[in-house]
Antibody, heavy 129, light 112 residues
């Protein structure tokens, strides 16, 4: 079945960097491949709600960031490897959270019809301390 | 930014009984005939899962006891007969301003 698996989380000191990855598998060929989906990073601070962090279009040509991470985080993807990354620089204590990747389609993402963030990974924990 | 407000914050439920969660947005989510409002459930210890998209469309595999309704700024998620497996935190989310998404604060559903 369709699966997203995050990795790369850990404990890091403030000001340091960390790179998260999300590996995708099980996408339905040939129409609904990984390369036809926009991809989000969404985070959840301990005991808090959900916050979108970054998003990348299906082809990687467009990216957007939440104001809280703009200039510090960079999202990227490799459609040949079905992977999504999040480079996090100059980390702060308030970046401590579980980070989830999730897929999406729709006109806002350059491909398909909107149907929600329909597949999420299990999350990877980042602790900045 | 669109602000999403959910109520109640906590909802004790009895198995077999109906339950309802409200979500209100600070501006209309209606665009081109679609309400850009989703519902997600985060079960304890799990990642969020999509229940309802575009206001009233059940996601694949979601039981038909879940239904979404509403339009514009006022939306409701209803569970016709709550089951024990439905406990968790329910979030509404606006996608009108996609790709900039906004989630509600969450409603925690627990068994009485």
């Amino acid at each position: 079945q369709v699966q997203l698996v995050e990795s790369g989380g850990g404990v890091v000191q403030p000001g340091r960097s960390l790179r998260l990855s999300c590996a995708a598998s099980g996408f339905i060929e040939p129409v609904f491949t990984f390369s036809t989906y926009g991809m989000y990073w969404v985070r959840q601070a301990p005991g808090k709600g959900l916050e979108w962090v970054a998003v990348i279009w299906y082809n990687g040509n467009n990216k957007e960031y939440a104001d809280s991470v703009k200039g510090r985080f960079a999202i990227s993807r490799d459609n040949s490897k079905n992977t999504l990354d999040l480079q996090m620089n100059n980390l702060r204590a308030e970046d401590t959270a579980v980070y989830y990747c999730a897929r999406v389609r729709g006109r806002h993402y350059g491909s398909g019809s909107y149907a929600g963030l329909d597949v999420w990974g299990q999350g990877t924990t980042v602790t900045v301390s | 930014d669109v602000v999403m407000t959910q109520s109640p914050l906590s909802l004790p439920v009895t198995p077999g009984e109906p339950a309802s969660i409200s979500c209100r947005s600070s501006q209309s989510l209606l665009d081109s005939g679609y309400n850009y409002l989703d519902w997600y459930l985060q079960k304890p210890g799990q990642s969020p899962q999509l229940l309802i998209f575009l206001g009233s469309n059940r996601a694949s595999g979601v039981p038909d006891r879940f239904s979404g309704s509403g339009s514009g700024t006022d939306f409701t998620l209803k569970i016709s007969r709550v089951e024990a497996e439905d406990v968790g935190v329910y979030y509404c989310m606006q996608a009108l301003q996609a790709p900039r998404l906004t989630f509600g604060g969450g409603t925690k559903v627990e068994i009485k």
